[in-house]
């Protein structure tokens, strides 16, 4: 949901909660606990207050991973600088894999939705602009953005699985 929506609220509450200690205290849970410990009631039991008080700020579960998985994707130093530009590319999905591997909340929210933030559209104008100014059609730059994010969150998850 937009965060200019009516649902959600930007503006402090009496009790010192706003949407930005919501998404702050869903991110120390995830890395406290992993992705898979966070339920809006635990959030709002960590916070102190009622599921609904939560939900003044954030619509949805898959509201607050977008917003911490965004929050990581804002670390990434677009554009990475290289020789070339293959190098270029080589780099920001090193940058990114790195990231997941650090945050493995990243990879789990990039695997199972889409992240729509100004973070991500900046990676997207970064890797789409590279793939365009150097000879590849439209299409077929988003289909190889889409291919390398793939790979790269693929070989993230692979590379935190536990060794069997």
């Given at each position: ?18 949407r ?15 992705v ?27 509201e ?26 080589v ?32 990676m ?11 000879g ?10 889409i ?11 692979d590379?935190m699985?536990?060794?069997?």
């Amino acid at each position: 949901m937009p965060r200019d929506s009516p649902i959600t609220r930007r503006r402090p509450s009496p009790l010192g909660l706003s949407r930005d200690g919501v998404i702050d205290a869903a991110a120390r849970l995830i890395e406290e606990r992993g992705v898979g410990e966070l339920s809006m009631r635990r959030l709002a039991a960590d916070l102190g207050v009622s599921v609904m008080g939560i939900y003044t700020y954030v619509a949805t579960k898959k509201e607050v991973l977008t917003e911490v998985a965004s929050r990581h994707l804002a670390a990434l130093d677009l554009p990475a600088e290289a020789p070339t530009w293959q190098e270029s590319l080589v780099r920001t999905y090193a940058q990114l894999h790195d990231l997941m591997l650090e945050h493995p909340v990243l990879a789990t929210v990039l695997s199972t939705q889409p992240v729509d933030s100004a973070p991500a559209h900046r990676m997207a104008e970064v890797v789409l602009g590279l793939l365009i100014e150097h000879g590849y059609g439209h299409a077929a730059a988003v289909e190889l953005f889409i291919a390398l994010g793939r790979l790269t969150t693929g070989y993230s998850l692979d590379e935190m699985a536990p060794v069997r």
